[in-house]
């Protein structure tokens, strides 16, 4: 044996004998499976997070359904059985309602706003209050602009067409409204909706933007498709940590965690509509495409209003959060207008935020 490989042998020994560097371990999985595209944004994130936080922890991520079905996750981490786990916000507003818009609006904000508001006009800290009741940390990551709108065998072009339709469709004030507008919501998780429509038990259905609707395989099941998506303008996603977990961390790995919230959510803006502008090419070569007319998109509007109203009126935990959204319209509506056509999307002719002002006062 060689000096040289001595003082190796030695080194080595020395190594093992000192304690590890602490680093912690989460478990995270998600609500999506690998086959539906929304799962990509949760890849991300964990990728992301796992760079910046190299030595300080380490994120083993799992597809939905692998560790626990989609709708038990939100069990899962408020419990600590697992750390972390990815979700769309709507799912969650049987516990509470306001988990509704933190999720997605009816023909409200469009992913620019949703960003806006998170980042800069107290949106993040109101996440973070809904999901606090539940012993959680909530870390938005990913935003998708409007959905692609209904999937059907006959033709939706306008109001009359939506009478008596049975349609899958996900969020509490959206079923209200369609309700309104003539048709009746169906529930039912994604995984259900392909063999429901093959097999004629809806009349169509909605999900989410065109490259996850394409990863679903809904052209093969449908022949139209009607934009656009009013039901929801635009969709959060993001992270459910158990508190305690979180509260576990330094604060230099909590912020690399934000660092990687917040760069993720941006990514996800221009990934998820370049993916969806190519499935949109794919799909128009596939089923008949419909939009609605103008004058259809304004009543659609005006019952969707009401329809927030209301729904805040029912719940303080909605009306503050709602409250929250139609102050940033109202601040930002100047400079935006001042700015069109060159701006950031349209200034909605949103609900009345005194009547809803009124609720959260009341």
Not at 182 to 194: H, L, T
Not at 272 to 287: G, L, P
Not at 314 to 339: I, N, Q, T
Request: aromatic share 12%; charged share 20%; with cysteine.
């Amino acid at each position: 044996m060689t000096f040289k490989n001595v003082l190796l042998g030695t080194a080595l020994a020395a190594a093992g004998a000192l304690p590890a560097f602490a680093q912690d371990t989460w478990t995270m999985t998600t609500t999506w499976p690998s086959s539906l595209e929304l799962i990509e944004g949760d890849k991300h994130f964990v990728d992301l997070a796992n760079k910046l936080t190299q030595g300080e922890l380490s994120i083993e991520f799992f597809e939905g359904g692998a560790l626990v079905p989609a709708g038990e996750v939100f069990g899962a981490v408020e419990s600590g059985s697992i750390q972390a786990g990815a979700d769309w916000p709507g799912y969650w507003a049987g516990r509470d309602p306001a988990f509704s818009p933190l999720a997605t609006t009816a023909s409200l904000f469009n992913a620019v706003d949703y960003v806006n508001w998170i980042l800069e006009w107290g949106g993040a800290d109101i996440y973070n209050e809904i999901y606090g009741k539940f012993g959680m940390v909530y870390l938005p990551y990913m935003v998708t602009n409007n959905e692609s709108g209904f999937r059907t065998n006959e033709p939706i072009r306008n109001l009359d067409d939506l009478q008596g339709k049975r349609l899958r469709l996900s969020g509490l004030e959206q079923g209200k409204l369609l309700e309104r507008l003539g048709g009746n919501q169906v529930s039912m998780a994604g995984g259900e909706i392909y063999q429901s429509l093959e097999r004629g038990v809806i009349d169509g259905a909605e999900f989410s933007t065109p490259n996850v609707d394409w990863s679903g395989g809904f052209q093969q099941v449908t022949k139209y498709w009607a934009t656009p998506g009013w039901h929801q303008s635009a969709s959060i996603f993001g992270v459910m940590i158990n508190k305690q977990s979180w509260d576990a961390l330094s604060p230099e790995t909590q912020e690399k965690l934000q660092i990687a919230a917040d760069a993720t959510l941006m990514w996800s803006l221009a990934f998820t509509e370049k993916r969806a502008s190519e499935a949109y090419k794919q799909f128009d070569e596939a089923v008949e495409i419909n939009r609605y007319d103008d004058e259809t998109l304004a009543k659609v509007q005006e019952m969707a209003n009401e329809v927030i109203v209301e729904t805040a009126c029912e719940s303080p935990s909605s009306a503050k959060v709602y409250l929250s959204m139609l102050e940033y319209l109202e601040d930002y509506k100047g400079w935006r207008e001042a700015s069109a056509p060159f701006n950031l999307g349209r200034s909605p002719n949103g609900p009345d935020i005194e009547a809803v002002r009124a609720c959260v006062d009341g």
